[in-house]
């Protein structure tokens, strides 16, 4: 089974503060991890994505933190707002053969003011 | 506007009538894609397209069926739906590969 866990399911973070979500894959010919912020009511949005020949991306406050060797990513976001809470999802997709996507089970994150 | 259009927004029906949910890209995307949304799932792959009259299962095929006739369209239909499949879909569609997806507003459907 192709899995990806996500952990922690919920967290809640002061305003100001680093908000972390932890992701680990097992199939090791995923090529593309990208992390979706999803708020009530609307589908999936694109924050940022990695593909794993690099071991960190930053756009803003948001990182992507990439270990190969250990199967684990993760999503860092610096100086959290209250306008971050939302539903943090990560995936990881097959791109060769086909289009096959893994999204784990989802982060929800309150930041409190 | 460049989007994802779904069609319904809301749909109950009863368990066994045929129904069709409908997805439109206007990107010109090579890619699209079906996923359902279920609490503590996540979203889940059904039935993915790379390109017109090319189509591939996902993780949760069964129950669905797909087609893509034209490169903007891509209808899921579920011939004979059942309670278990009352869940938020999602269309979805991409340029090609390492390129963004772009999500539909959902489609949240009851199944009595």
């Known amino acids: 089974q192709q899995q990806v866990k996500q952990s922690p399911q919920s967290l809640i973070v002061q305003k100001g503060g680093i908000s972390i979500i932890n992701c680990a894959y097992e199939?090791?010919?995923?090529?593309?991890f990208p992390w979706y912020q999803q708020f009530p009511g609307k589908g999936p949005a694109l924050l940022i994505a990695?593909?794993?020949?690099?071991s960190e991306k930053k756009e803003g406050r948001f990182t992507i933190s990439f270990n190969k060797s250990a199967k684990q990513f993760s999503l860092h976001i610096m100086d959290s707002q209250p306008g971050d809470s939302a539903t943090y999802f990560c995936?990881?997709?097959?791109?060769?053969?086909?289009?096959?996507?893994?999204f784990g089970a989802g982060t929800r994150l309150f930041v409190k003011a | 506007e460049a989007q994802v259009t779904q069609n319904p927004r809301y749909l109950i029906t009863v368990t066994g009538k045929k129904l069709t949910v409908t997805c439109s890209q206007n990107?010109?995307?090579?890619?699209m894609s079906w996923y359902r949304q279920d609490p503590g799932l996540g979203l889940r792959q059904i039935y993915y397209?790379?390109?017109?009259?090319?189509?591939d299962k996902g993780d949760v095929p069964e129950g669905y069926k797909v087609s893509r006739k034209e490169k903007r369209n891509f209808p899921l239909i579920l011939e004979s739906p059942s309670p278990n499949q009352t869940s938020l879909y999602f269309c979805?569609?991409?340029?090609?590969?390492?390129?963004?997806?772009?999500f539909g507003p959902g489609t949240r459907l009851t199944v009595l």
């Open positions: 990107m010109n995307h090579e890619y």
């Open positions: 995936a990881a997709t097959l791109n060769t053969g086909g289009f096959k996507t893994i």
């Open positions: 990695i593909r794993p020949d690099v």
């Open positions: 979805a569609s991409r340029a090609s590969s390492y390129n963004e997806q772009f």
């Open positions: 199939n090791t010919a995923f090529d593309y």
């Open positions: 397209s790379m390109n017109v009259e090319v189509t």
